[in-house]
């Protein structure tokens, strides 16, 4: 699986550089499943690099829209609340599960949670900022 970065650029080049970032760590992530055998090890590092990262574009995405007084502020950082909370979730469930299962649950929930975070609320942050051009 190799995710199209086309598709998730929203036109606001701080955060589509970060987010090309990002999609290079889930594509690493992801390649772990081309592995004859999988290692768990590998998936969890994986894993943590791309959580480490997010918290950080997460950070700065949310500065970016406190400057900017975003209204939907509220709604899209409880989307990044929901996400750490989601990948402290798989962490433990992954543990019950074998390698395999556990990095195809991993990919399945990192891809719809960043198809649903760019394509609506980061899409939704660039729309209203494309709006009020005196604030970008
Ligand atoms: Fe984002």
Redesign the pocket.
Same mark, same amino acid.
């Given at each position: 699986m190799k995710i199209d970065h086309q598709l998730f650029r /929203?036109g606001i080049p701080v /955060?589509d550089n =970060?987010?090309e970032a990002?999609l290079n760590l889930l594509d690493d992530l992801f390649a772990v499943g081309r592995d004859e055998i999988i290692n768990r090890s590998k998936i969890e590092e994986a894993l943590k690099k791309a959580f480490v990262y997010?918290m950080e574009?997460?950070d700065s995405?949310e500065m970016l829209m406190e400057s900017i007084k975003y209204p939907a502020l509220d709604v899209h950082r409880r989307k990044h609340n929901e996400f750490r909370e989601g990948v402290e979730r798989l962490t433990i469930e992954g543990k019950f599960l074998g390698a395999t299962a556990f990095l195809q649950e991993v990919n399945r929930w990192m891809l719809q949670w960043v198809q649903d =975070?760019?394509q609506t609320?980061?899409r939704a942050?660039a729309e209203y900022m494309r709006k009020h051009p005196t604030h970008s």
């Open positions: /929203i /955060i =970060q987010h990002y997010a574009h997460f995405e =975070q760019i609320h980061d942050l």
